[in-house]
């Protein structure tokens, strides 16, 4: 590639690396600039990979565009980059590792390209001013709707943006499963109303969901993971329809059917 062309992209000596394979991953950003474009090559390699961690704490991070060399996006690899506005995912990404951009609070929107196959959990979570999480309508493997990331045929709900203000949601009927962490640091929301479709209630899902004050589950969910409703500071009741098969409350303190687990107070 001619001298010139390099010119829009930052210097190699503001990245740490390692070569896997035939690409190079980055590994650490140790530059100083707000308003980051990632070369291309490396040692006159493919950047392939954004490894985890690499951009982790960079306070001042602004901005950032990814190459269309990136396959991958690894797991934190800009958590709590909380001035980051804007980030330009390529249509080359298949992977979007668990935390990627996790507490991330001044990004405000994000476009999942056609590529992606994969977002790991909590991908976007904590991000308390993304009110829209954008997919591409040729993904295979990802929709949106209202700024909420789905699965393709919405079954699982993959992320509820923390920034949007709504003060209620309703889960739509088709979905069976809500994803960890779905709903993490989703202040501004007081109530969820789960739907009888759902089954699943993943790790950590409503973590931090400070003024949520009670939530009701219905007869479908048969699994509720761990830390589900931890740091809801405000909530003071857990209700169960008396229907349910694997879990039961009292005095709204949630328990497994016949109380020998106490799940969460």
Same mark, same amino acid.
């Given at each position: 590639m001619a001298v010139s062309a390099y010119a829009q992209y930052d210097d190699e000596k503001d990245f740490k690396v390692e070569r896997e394979g035939n690409g190079i991953t980055i590994t650490r950003y140790i530059g100083t600039k707000t308003v980051v474009r990632i070369p291309p090559r490396i040692q006159n390699l493919p950047v392939t990979n954004i490894g985890s961690g690499a951009f982790a704490y960079c306070f001042s991070l602004a901005s950032v565009t990814i190459p269309d060399s990136v396959t991958s996006i690894g797991e934190d690899a800009f958590f709590w980059c909380t001035s980051l506005t804007s980030v330009t995912i390529p249509n080359s990404v298949t992977n979007i590792g668990s935390g990627a951009f996790f507490w991330c609070t001044s990004l405000t929107s994000v476009t999942i390209p056609n590529?992606?196959?994969?977002? &790991?959990? #909590?991908?976007?979570?904590?991000?308390?001013?993304? $009110?829209?999480?954008?997919?591409?309508?040729?993904?295979? /493997?990802?929709?949106? %709707?209202?700024? $909420?990331?789905?699965?393709?045929?919405?079954?699982?709900?993959?992320?509820?943006?923390? #920034?949007?203000?709504?003060?209620?949601?309703?889960? %739509?009927?088709?979905?069976?499963?809500?994803?960890?962490? /779905?709903?993490? #640091?989703?202040?501004?929301?007081?109530?969820?109303?789960?739907?009888?479709? @759902?089954?699943?209630? &993943?790790?950590?899902?409503?973590?931090?969901?400070?003024?949520?004050?009670?939530?009701?589950?219905?007869?479908? @969910?048969?699994?509720?993971?761990?830390? /589900?409703?931890?740091?809801?500071?405000?909530?003071?009741a857990i209700n169960v329809n008396t229907g349910n098969s694997a879990y039961s409350a009292q005095d709204g303190v949630l328990y497994n059917k016949n109380k020998t687990i106490l799940h969460t107070y």
């Open positions: 590529s992606v196959t994969s977002i &790991g959990d #909590g991908a976007f979570s904590n991000c308390t001013s993304l $009110i829209a999480i954008n997919v591409n309508t040729g993904n295979s /493997a990802y929709s949106a %709707q209202d700024g $909420i990331l789905y699965n393709k045929d919405k079954t699982i709900l993959h992320t509820y943006p923390a #920034g949007k203000t709504n003060a209620s949601f309703t889960i %739509q009927n088709s979905v069976t499963s809500i994803g960890s962490m /779905a709903f993490s #640091g989703c202040i501004s929301l007081t109530s969820v109303t789960i739907p009888n479709s @759902v089954t699943t209630i &993943g790790d950590r899902a409503f973590l931090g969901c400070e003024n949520f004050t009670s939530v009701t589950i219905p007869n479908s @969910v048969t699994s509720i993971g761990d830390g /589900a409703f931890s740091n809801c500071t405000s909530l003071i």
